[in-house]
């Protein structure tokens, strides 16, 4: 079966940076395409970035569009997230997400169990 593991949340002051991984325990790696998500209390999970099994194409949203950088290391079997100039509206439960396409469409989705993140002002 597939298992995420997030790493690398903690409290760190406003402006401040943070790199998050979550490594995947998969067979072939590069099949996935990987996601962040987060969600702060009383909010719904939103989307923050994600990144194409080889790497080659990368997406985020527009709140975090120039702060954050999602990155993958296929040899590690690891997504990152390096997260620069944090904000108090930043906190919150980061999850990793993982997609393949398997035989004749059908499309599996997997998630790991969240690494906070707060910042202080």
């Known amino acids: 079966q597939v298992q995420l593991v997030e790493s690398g949340g903690g409290l760190v002051q406003a402006g401040g940076s943070l790199r998050l991984s979550c490594t995947a325990s998969?067979?072939?790696?590069?099949?996935?395409?990987m996601g962040w998500f987060r969600q702060a209390p009383g909010k719904e999970r939103e989307f923050v970035a994600a990144i194409s099994g080889r790497g080659g194409n990368t997406a985020y949203a527009d709140s975090i569009k120039g702060r954050f950088t999602i990155s993958r290391d296929n040899a590690k079997n690891t997504v990152y997230l390096q997260m620069n100039r944090l904000k108090p509206d930043d906190t919150a439960v980061y999850y990793c997400?993982?997609?393949?396409?398997?035989?004749?469409?059908?499309?599996?989705?997997?998630w790991g169990q969240g690494t906070q993140v707060t910042v202080s002002s």
């Open positions: 998969v067979r072939i790696f590069s099949d996935y395409a």
């Open positions: 997400n993982a997609v393949v396409v398997m035989i004749e469409g059908a499309v599996g989705d997997y």
